[in-house]
């Protein structure tokens, strides 16, 4: 099929090359020219693992290209995908719409044939059906420029594989021919046999921050246990490991640390209870609230760990943080906990220096203020306590008796709980962690 894909930031690009390199010719447009020679010239403006080869090959092909013509895309496709950001509102909760309000005013006018419009960012509910009635005022072609609604569910670090492979598809649809142009499009990716749920628009909008919702809500269980367990003494991966044998509680995303971020689940959840409040119904969320400021608080424990640990003042002490990007194998530093806890900890007095294996770019340009160390060695040189702060495979094989000589303290404190405590004390360090006993 012939389709576009709107927006090509981390959603759209991945969206773009993907469905090229299934077989489909796709057109991407975004409003940034640099961002359009970049992915024209085969080159990812971010950080995602196996993205760069998908992209090379699909513009290879010829069945991918991108663009800043919006007449391009509307002669060029008969399906647009609508993938582009919606951020919190500065000030508020709600999640800024003025993205996907300017795509659609761009498109629907320029409909002159039937379309399928097929929404994938993260929105409001009655977002889809708001569209659909603008479509059908505003465009030439009237009800036959159709909407339907398909969340994405991308992971950063393997949104190539969630795209080519992912563990279900849902198709909101208004009508049964939308639902068999989806079928179509995804056609090369169902053989895989995954489960494609054809439900109503108003549904289909609600599943990806119900998910999300669902996801911090059993993040920030296991942090609040952590809590519990800093004070009682037990350990809380002990007791991850245990209740995740519980076949109906599971043991994934229930590991305890500093919290999630990035740029979904605290701004999905935000705005979920923003519109939920709009709807009317706010108290069947009020404990999202609770969500966030458990997980917020974990952040605020590790700057109260590394305090304690240089003696109750940063003056003039050093501290040396490993992991800037708010996950691993990825280079997005959006509502980072990482550089939320570095900050803090400048902003107290302290040289704070930051090491990524991928993010120091994109955390240079949120926080100039702290110092950026090209290795390992160059960050915890002289300091007075390191953090450890995102789970890269590079911090978890370090060899912590070749850091010993370097620090003015070996003393560690792991935020993420995936280091290996007996290796790091053999070697000399005080280790810490958020929720276990410390030795």
């Known amino acids: 099929m012939r389709m576009s894909v709107i927006g090509c930031g981390y959603l759209g690009a991945t969206h773009a090359a993907c469905m090229a390199d299934l077989g489909h010719e796709v057109i991407g447009i975004d409003v940034d020219p640099a961002k359009i020679e970049k992915l024209n010239s085969g080159e990812v403006p ?29 002669q060029f ?6 993938c582009v950001g919606t951020p919190q509102r500065a000030g508020s909760y709600a999640a800024d719409m003025q993205y996907v309000d300017a795509a659609i005013a761009e498109l629907a006018p320029r409909l002159t044939r039937p379309s399928l419009v097929i929404g994938k960012s993260t929105v409001p509910a009655g977002t889809a059906a708001r569209l659909a009635e603008y479509l059908e005022q ?27 492979t992912p563990d279900r598809l849902v198709y909101g649809v208004a009508d049964e021919e939308s639902a068999a142009i989806l079928a179509k ?38 942090n609040a246990m952590a809590e519990i367990c800093e004070v009682a003494g037990g350990d809380v991966s002990v007791l991850a490991d245990a209740i995740g044998h519980d076949t109906r509680i599971g043991r994934r995303f229930l590991n305890a640390g500093v919290g999630f971020g990035g740029g979904c689940l605290p701004k999905d959840i935000r705005a979920f209870q923003e519109r939920v409040g709009e709807l009317g119904v706010s108290h069947a969320v009020d404990f999202l609230n609770d969500i966030d400021a458990i997980n917020l608080r974990r952040r605020q424990r590790v700057v109260d760990l590394a305090l304690a640990s240089v003696g109750g003042s940063f003056a003039e002490k050093t501290v040396a943080v490993l992991g800037a990007a708010f996950k691993p194998d990825s280079d997005d530093v959006r509502d980072s906990p990482a550089l939320d806890i570095a900050a803090s900890i400048s902003n107290a007095g302290a040289t704070v220096r930051v090491y990524d294996p991928k993010a120091m770019d994109n955390a240079a340009l949120r926080f100039p203020k702290l110092d950026y160390s090209p290795t390992v060695a160059d ?31 070996p003393h560690i404190i792991d935020g993420r709980l ?4 007996a290796r790091w004390r053999a070697a000399g360090w005080t280790y810490e962690a958020l929720g276990r006993p410390t030795v």
């Not at 950080?47 to 391009?72: C, I, K, N």
């Not at 505003?138 to 080519?164: C, I, K, Q, S």
């Not at 995936?418 to 405590?421: E, F, G, H, I, S």
Request: proline share 7%.
């Open 46 to 74: 971010f950080y995602e693992p196996g993205l760069d080869e998908v992209l090379q090959r699909a513009l290879a092909s010829g069945r991918l290209r991108f663009t800043t013509s919006w007449d391009e895309v509307a």
């Open 77 to 82: 496709a008969d399906a647009h995908f609508l």
């Open 185 to 222: 499009i995804y056609e090369p990716v169902t053989v895989h046999g995954m489960p494609v749920i054809i439900t109503t628009r108003p549904t289909a909008e609600l599943v990806k921050v119900a998910a999300n919702s669902f996801l911090a809500t059993k993040i920030s269980f296991i």
């Open 379 to 409: 960050a915890v040189s002289g300091a007075d306590v390191l953090l450890h702060l995102t789970e890269w495979r590079e911090f978890r094989e370090l060899d912590p008796a070749s850091l010993t000589p370097l620090v003015r303290n």
């Open 138 to 164: 505003h465009a030439p072609v009237r009800e036959l420029a159709r909407l339907a609604w398909n969340p994405e569910f991308l992971r950063e670090g393997f949104a190539v594989e969630d795209t080519v």
């Open 418 to 421: 995936c280091l290996d405590p």
